[in-house]
Structures are given as C-alpha cells and as structure tokens.
C-alpha cells in the first residue's frame, strides 16, 4: 500500500510539473497569432478606418485596395520573420517599410485633412494596442 501512494504521489508531482511547464509556454508567446487570425484582424481594421474617414466611393475603392495590398505584404513580411528567426525587430523593420509605401500611396489620394485623420486613427490603434499590452512607455524615448 505505501509503494502505491509513493508511486501515485510521484505521478502526481509530474502531472503538476507538466501543468506549469506548458502553462508557461503558453504565457510566453500569447500573442502569436497565425498568418489568418492577422489577415482578419487588419481587414477588420481596415474597413472601420475607412468607415472612419467617411470617403466617397470612388477613393474607398483606391484606398481599399492600397490598404488590401498593405495588408497581404504585412502578413508575408511576419511569416518570413518568425521563419528566419529575425523576431520582432526584424519584423518591425519590415512593417515599417511597408507602411511607409502604403502612407505615400494612400497620400496620393487622400487629402491633407484625411490623410492626417488616417495618421491619427493608425496612431490611435497602436497606443491602444501597447496599452492592452501593459506597455505605456513610449518606443522611442527621445521623442522623435
């Protein structure tokens, strides 16, 4: 009868250990969303940024599908990150680049005053998105 408990207290012990171990795993790396939950995530927005800057239907055709382009060079640029192992600095390179193409794009058909509510509205999304992640201090310190 005590082998059984030593053994089952044993059994026990692993089970717990295996339990925090991929519980672990888990918490370090919560965001990790594949190549589809993004896709859907920038469609999604997408449509309420142009819904928020209220085009007329000829320049949310253009913009739509500038942003559409924007959003499958996004979710390539990730993919080939996370598979050479360039993490997330690597990744933010890449994003910035194409960023930059789709703002100058979009700004070749968007006026001043909408291309600054687009600024505004992407500015926006990212604060919200680093304060959902407890991440409040500004990326780059010196301001600039």
């Known amino acids: 009868m005590q082998r059984f408990l030593l053994s089952f207290f044993r059994l026990g012990i692993l089970a717990l250990i295996l339990w925090v171990v991929s519980f672990s795993m888990a918490q370090a790396q919560p965001n990790k969303m594949g190549p589809e939950k993004m896709k859907e995530r920038f469609t999604k927005e997408m449509e309420s940024t142009l819904q928020a800057l ?72 990212f604060e919200a998105r680093r304060n959902r992640r407890g991440r409040k201090a500004q990326r780059n310190p010196s301001g600039s």
Do not use: F, P
Not at 88 to 102: D, K, L
């Open 54 to 125: 209220a085009l007329d239907e000829a320049t949310t055709a253009k913009a739509r599908q500038i942003i559409s382009a924007n959003i499958e060079q996004r979710v390539k640029a990730m993919k080939e990150a996370r598979e050479n192992g360039s993490g997330i600095q690597g990744m933010r390179q890449a994003m910035e680049g194409v960023n930059e193409q789709t703002r100058k794009e979009l700004a070749g058909i968007l006026s001043k005053d909408q291309m600054k509510q687009y600024r505004k509205i992407q500015k926006d999304r």
